[in-house]
């Protein structure tokens, strides 16, 4: 099992670029989120969702959309990039909300 | 609103030495506490807790959780250089996670 992944680990954007980076678990989980990670501020939710054609903001959802068309895929867009949102995303995902997370590895976004 | 408060933000201990690491919440329809461990690149799990009172332990690790003082603790006990890490704690609501925002722990030999 692949577990969470998520591509591209890195990128670099100029302001007002638009992105997506994508997140595919292969554990059937239900539950899907998204988090950035900024220095000293943990980790924050962004968007989540608890099934295919579900899904409702977290604590920080604006300038990102999200969409759960399948099981399997979570992708989170980047409409127009801001230097602000340059920080590290992580994708989780459980087998029901408020279980065990598993995380990806990461993507590092640079906001230019 | 949501919150989970850490502390200490940061500790230096010697190698043996045991160290306890604390979480509080305040989380909507709690439903779990959750602990995890993240070293360079993603926080990888530890333990989740839902009953107050009962302590779970996985080797040199332990930790429990007190629903009455919205409140848990993280032991390591003997601690080592492979424990220098940052730890995370979460509350757990319906379904929205609230992450603490980590206690680094930093291990000397």
């Known amino acids: 099992n692949a577990g969470v992944t998520q591509t591209p680990k890195f990128q670099v954007l100029k302001t007002g670029q638009s992105m997506t980076l994508q997140c595919a678990q292969d554990?059937?989980?239900?539950?899907m989120s998204w988090y950035r990670q900024d220095p000293g501020m943990g980790l924050r939710l962004i968007h989540y969702?608890?099934?295919?054609?579900?899904?409702d903001q977290g604590e920080v959802p604006n300038g990102y959309n999200v969409s759960r068309s399948t099981t399997e895929d979570f992708p989170l867009r980047l409409l127009s990039a801001a230097p602000s949102q340059t920080s590290v995303y992580f994708c989780?995902?459980?087998?029901?909300?408020?279980?065990?997370?598993?995380f990806g590895e990461g993507s590092r976004l640079t906001v230019l | 609103e949501d919150k989970v408060v850490q502390s200490p933000l940061s500790l230096v201990v010697h190698e043996g030495d045991t160290v306890t690491l604390n979480c509080s919440y305040e989380?909507?329809?709690?439903?779990?506490l959750l602990w995890y461990k993240q070293e360079k690149k993603a926080p990888t799990f530890l333990f989740m807790l839902?009953?107050?009172?009962i302590e779970k332990k996985s080797g040199r690790l332990s930790s429990i959780l007190d629903k009455k003082e919205l409140s848990s603790i993280l032991n390591i006990t003997a601690t080592q250089t492979g424990d220098s890490a940052i730890y995370l704690c979460?509350?757990?609501?319906?379904?929205?996670?609230?992450f603490g925002t980590g206690t680094r722990l930093k291990v000397l030999a």
């Open positions: 989780a995902s459980s087998i029901r909300a408020n279980g065990e997370l598993f």
């Open positions: 554990m059937n989980h239900e539950y």
């Open positions: 969702s608890v099934g295919a054609g579900i899904t």
């Open positions: 989380v909507t329809n709690f439903r779990s």
């Open positions: 839902t009953s107050s009172g």
């Open positions: 979460a509350g757990a609501g319906t379904y929205k996670y609230i």
